[in-house]
């Protein structure tokens, strides 16, 4: 990988330009659910999130009642601007820069004079969360001025669901591929090379094979809805890949290691957890990295084998019922996404040298 | 010790049955206790009143304990016996529960599905291959192929050709670290999540009322009308989908990509250079062929990741206004219609269509020096 090095940084301006265009495109998408999470329910309903920035609107100079005597009819004149009624409803722009605008109906309206000025939305809250987190009941401002009662989510549960699932779902296979790539490795035994093409073969097997038989053989155990039934799905549809990620490494390992090991009378086990475990940290730390996305950011596996069951759904199903269930309440769903993305996030960034290593050693899953 | 031959070989025989026993006994029965022993404790678990966060503490602990104590216990009990068997039956402790439960979750199932398949809705009936026909005649299922196919095309391409040119882009810049970083981001983002971020960029409002959607604001700002991307202008309205998968694989891509062009000698693109070649030239004329080989793998991982996309369907638009995709629809036949047979024959397909990868895969193994 060091062959080939750029000698030096030529700084080109076309290069750099596009690059930055293209990194805007990529990132615009979630800077903007993160910065609308923070922003007032009635503020996201009346205007878009890049309204966080300065910029020229439409603001209420003066209010004033209808002015007496005007044929609601026809055409009226109101500060200087001449109208019909359905034209004063959208607002009528006098020349000198203003807007009149007629609030409300015919009769109990109120008119607005309105000038274009520097503004920006700051109003920032942290309710948001406080509603998804915790589920208690809020009183929302509507754009109309009405006030909604709402009931809350209650991610706060479904992140515990989440991280029990997670955890086990990355630490079993690996413990179980390690212990596996060692044999396949080191061992000589009968059957050695069957299995090894079964794993193989594996690799890019469509989990969806899958579902139907183990769905019924969960029913027959009861096992549908329990942790155990997800972590041992993630387990089985994880370790073909971990197995032949860590053999290639364990593998490659050097060979006299191993035998003035054995020279000094130590077991194959001994060996395993003394040394070579601690020689794979790399690998297993790349792979566990890969599965934990995996899992924690897993939609079809938890759907499927949780199902119904309330109490311990995940976060990637909670967020898509509440897609389908409150499907405008963007206040509550970037929220939410923004809740269900943090963790995987903060692992990305802290360990994403050990992510790509893991991506680049093979990236083909089933 | 005088022993006769034959003796001698009768014992071989007994201790060779005797092995192969305890290696079953081993790659099955051990697990199977483990398994029980955990299965009764999340029964327990999952009927007990306690706090969540005790309960899933618990249910870790227990968990990763109970394997690794599946280890630690089967081999101090192997290692009690005498050498010979030791060598004999301790490589099935190490790879003996990877092999089983491989074998129970992914070969078994395969072909489990495969029977289920030939049967009726409710699997009481031999039908044969009517459900396969089924597959490739009914209505609903071309246009989840249709479909499937444009996320695959149009997916996979977009995302190797910016992950190339972001690649290429960021090998020349300042910002590499920055730019590499930001853009392969979304991959720790789940598709959920993605879907959520790409439907508030999508969304509509009434025409009076202000665009709160980035496209439909920037559609209104240009003068246009807003609209519905993701529902109306069918088939088109999968674009709007397919274009959350690019958003997500092209990190991907390009951080691949990016190491396969770091790894092309220096000295193929001076002396290029000095041949008065031009960085479109050395683009075309060298790099592109010197990681053909990495831009198959990438592309082909794209395309079966492109394949079973679900996530992203279900939650924009639930299969609807014409979006449906063959993993929905395998869903949407096995779990909400009840038709186990169509269900299993869509997933068939699905494996059918990875076989030239497995088999390519397992070419590579042979290759390998290790077998």
Redesign the interface.
């Known amino acids: 990988m060091a062959k080939h090095k750029v000698q030096k940084k030529q700084t080109s301006w076309l290069v750099d330009g596009i690059l930055f265009l293209l990194i805007l495109l990529w990132t615009i998408p979630t800077i903007g659910i993160f910065i609308s999470s923070f922003r007032t329910a009635y503020d996201i309903q009346t205007s878009g999130w890049w309204a966080i920035f300065p910029h020229r609107e439409w603001t209420v100079v003066t209010e004033m009642p209808i002015p007496e005597g005007l044929d609601k009819n026809g055409v009226m004149e109101i500060e200087g601007a001449k109208g019909t009624f359905k034209e004063f409803r959208e607002g009528i722009t006098t020349p000198d820069g203003r807007r009149v605008i007629w609030i409300g109906n015919k009769r109990l309206g109120k008119i607005q004079i309105q000038e274009q000025r520097w503004t920006m939305r700051t109003d920032f809250t942290l309710q948001n969360y406080q509603e998804v987190l915790v589920g208690k009941e809020y009183e929302i401002r509507q754009p109309d001025g009405s006030v909604k009662i709402e009931q809350g989510e209650d991610l706060s549960n479904a992140f515990i669901n989440s991280l029990a699932v997670a955890i086990p779902a990355t630490v079993i296979p690996i413990l179980i591929a390690a212990f596996a790539a060692y044999g396949f490795a080191w061992m000589r035994f009968p059957g050695r090379k069957l299995f090894f093409i079964m794993v193989v073969a594996m690799l890019v097997v469509p989990l969806q094979i899958a579902l139907v038989p183990i769905l019924r053989d969960y029913t027959k155990l009861d096992l549908n809805g329990t942790f155990l039934a997800v972590w041992l799905a993630h387990t089985g549809f994880g370790l073909p890949l971990a197995t032949y990620l860590l053999f290639n490494y364990i593998n490659g390992l050097p060979r006299d290691i191993l035998e003035s090991a054995f020279i000094d009378g130590a077991s194959h086990f001994t060996i395993f957890i003394r040394l070579i475990l601690p020689l794979s940290v790399p690998a297993l730390a790349s792979f566990a990295i890969f599965q934990f996305l995996w899992v924690w950011n897993d939609y079809l596996v938890a759907l499927i084998f949780i199902g119904a069951k309330p109490d311990v759904q995940v976060l990637t199903m909670r967020i898509a019922e509440m897609v389908g269930s409150r499907g405008n309440d963007w206040h509550l769903l970037t929220a939410g996404a923004f809740v269900s993305m943090i963790l995987p996030l903060i692992v990305f960034f802290s360990l994403q040298r050990y992510f790509v290593r893991g991506l680049l050693a093979g990236s083909v899953k089933g | 010790m005088e022993q006769t031959e034959p003796r001698s070989s009768a014992r071989r025989v007994w201790r060779w049955f005797i092995t192969n026993i305890l290696r079953i006994l081993l790659a099955i029965i051990v697990p199977l206790i483990t398994f029980i022993v955990?299965?009764q404790g999340?029964?327990f678990?999952?009927d007990s009143e306690a706090p969540?966060?005790l309960?899933?503490?618990v249910?870790?602990v227990w968990?990763?304990g109970g394997?690794?104590a599946l280890?630690f216990v089967t081999?101090w009990l192997v290692?009690q016996l005498p050498d010979v068997w030791?060598r004999?039956l301790?490589?099935?402790?190490?790879?003996g529960?990877?092999?089983v439960?491989?074998?129970?979750?992914?070969?078994?199932?395969?072909i489990?599905?495969f029977i289920?398949s030939l049967y009726n809705r409710d699997s009481s009936q031999f039908v044969g291959l009517q459900n396969y026909v089924a597959v490739f005649t009914e209505r609903f299922m071309m246009e989840a192929f249709r479909n499937t196919m444009l996320w695959i095309l149009i997916g996979a391409t977009f995302s190797v050709v910016?992950g190339l040119?972001?690649a290429v882009?960021?090998?020349?810049?300042?910002?590499?670290k920055?730019?590499k970083?930001?853009?392969?981001?979304?991959?720790?983002?789940?598709?959920?999540?993605a879907?959520?971020?790409?439907?508030?960029?999508y969304?509509v409002r009434d025409p009076s009322d202000?665009?709160?959607?980035?496209l439909n604001?920037i559609v209104v700002a240009l003068g246009g009308e807003p609209k519905a991307w993701i529902q109306l202008v069918q088939p088109w309205n999968n674009l709007f989908l397919i274009i959350i998968l690019i958003?997500l694989q092209?990190?991907?891509a390009m951080?691949?990509f990016s190491?396969a062009?770091?790894?092309?000698?220096?000295e193929l693109?001076e002396a290029a250079r000095v041949d008065g070649a031009n960085e479109v030239q050395i683009f075309f004329k060298i790099m592109i062929p010197y990681i053909m080989g990495t831009i198959i793998?990438?592309t082909?991982?794209i395309v079966?990741f492109a394949?079973?996309i679900?996530?992203i369907v279900?939650?924009m638009t639930?299969g609807q206004f014409g979006t449906e995709v063959i993993?929905t629809q395998?869903?949407r036949q096995?779990?909400t219609n009840r038709d186990?047979g169509l269900?299993?024959a869509?997933?068939?397909v699905?494996?059918v269509a990875?076989i030239p990868?497995?088999i390519y895969?397992?070419r590579q193994?042979r290759n390998e020096e290790?077998?």
């Open positions: 955990l299965w999340f029964i678990l999952r969540k966060v309960v899933a503490g249910a870790i968990g990763v394997v690794a280890f081999n290692e030791v004999h301790q490589p099935y402790i190490f790879v529960p990877a092999i439960i491989i074998f129970w979750y992914l070969a078994l199932p395969a489990r599905t289920i910016f040119l972001i882009l960021a090998d020349r810049s300042r910002f590499e920055l730019a970083s930001l853009i392969f981001m979304p991959m720790a983002i789940s598709m959920v999540g879907s959520v971020i790409w439907k508030f960029i969304a202000p665009q709160i959607g980035l604001a958003w092209t990190g991907f951080v691949i190491a062009i770091k790894g092309i000698p220096a693109l793998t990438v082909t991982t079966i394949m079973k679900f996530d279900i939650v639930g993993a395998f869903y096995y779990f186990f269900g299993s869509i997933a068939i699905l494996l990875v990868v497995m895969n397992l193994i290790a077998f």
